[in-house]
């Protein structure tokens, strides 16, 4: 699983007294959990499309910025479609099966496993004098070629920096001019966006479910 955030029921002071009164046990709460957790995959979506995090703030992303994107592709994105919810036990859990979710939740600094380098896609415009400006759009690397897509590449050093590039097969103006495809690098740090869990407007959603639940428990004695 790529990143767990757990809601512990149990934190509910007037819930847990009121399961107490009743007689009940925290698993007399299966009916709301569904309903909650059921919910917080919404929520949680529903924030990744507007682009901020459990907190309100903005999600920190340049290449979404670059992109017009929404960040970590929104609510249908990778990130959106990995969030689930289970039981823990009393706790109602959220995680992502995504195994960059906890990349991405963190900010951690990401390094190559297999591979030599990282590979950035490169936005391109112009020719060989725009250096990283000439080949595919980003919106065209974005959508899935990558490095091993491309044939006949070479590295070049340009001012410190490394690039995967190729000669233009293309006629015309743009004929035997290079196309920088990817800037290499051996670490990169992700920005950090707490992108899945509770925030308070939850944890009061959640409140109200469970005390209208436990109502008709009350009702019935």
Known sequence: MG????????GLRDVQQRVARL???MKDLKRPNGFIGAEMVKRNRA???????????????TLSKK???????????????????????SDLELFSTFIGAGVAYRGDTIVPKVKKYLTIPLEARGGSEARGR???????????????HYKDTFFLRVNGKLFLVQKDKRTGKNADKLRFLFLLVTRM?????????????????????YGKHLDTFEDKK
């Open 3 to 10: 990143l767990h955030s757990t809601f512990e029921i149990s």
């Open 23 to 25: 007689g009940l046990q």
């Open 47 to 61: 924030r990744l499309d507007r682009g901020v995090d459990v907190s309100g703030a903005p999600l920190a992303s």
């Open 67 to 89: 992109l017009g994107v929404a960040p970590l592709g929104g609510g249908h994105g990778l990130f959106g479609k990995s969030i689930k919810w289970t039981l823990a036990g």
């Open 134 to 148: 000439a080949g595919l759009t980003l919106e065209d690397n974005r959508t899935g070629r990558r490095a091993l």
């Open 189 to 209: 740090k992700y920005p950090k966006n707490e992108w899945l869990g509770f925030s308070g407007a939850d944890l009061e959603m959640a409140a109200g479910v």
